[in-house]
């Protein structure tokens, strides 16, 4: 399950922080970030945490590249998304995903998604 927390109201340029808790039982996280849908648009990577024997690595989708900040707790099993400077174009509600593995199997799961509404 996922758990996500932060979403609301915020002024264009503002700071708004997010946060997505995973539990259940699974062995360990291969993936785990956010996407996000505008209505009227298709669902879209906002960032992504991927883990890996050096350390992992992260993506972005380039509308949120400089402003968004991905992080991950792997102690709590949770990733922060730090937005600033926003935008207008940012309102969207945002959905927190992951991808873990349990029992040699991988599974994918989404959170219900959280408003970010961002006005001008």
């Known amino acids: 399950q996922l758990q996500a927390s932060g979403g609301g109201l915020v002024q264009a340029g503002g700071s708004l922080r997010l946060s997505c808790a995973a539990s259940?039982?699974?062995?360990?996280?291969?993936?785990m970030g956010w996407y996000r849908q505008a209505p009227g648009k298709q669902r879209e990577l906002v960032a992504l945490?991927?883990?890996?024997?050096?350390?992992?690595?992260?993506n972005y989708g380039d509308s949120v590249k400089g402003r968004f900040t991905i992080s991950r707790d792997n102690a709590k099993n949770t990733v922060y998304l730090q937005m600033n400077t926003l935008k207008p174009e940012d309102t969207a509600v945002y959905y927190c995903?992951?991808?873990?593995?349990?029992?040699?199997?991988?599974?994918?799961?989404w959170g219900p998604g959280t408003l970010v509404t961002v006005s001008s």
């Open positions: 259940g039982r699974f062995s360990s996280i291969n993936s």
């Open positions: 995903n992951a991808k873990v593995i349990a029992w040699y199997t991988e599974y994918v799961y």
């Open positions: 945490t991927i883990s890996g024997t050096s350390g992992g690595s992260t």
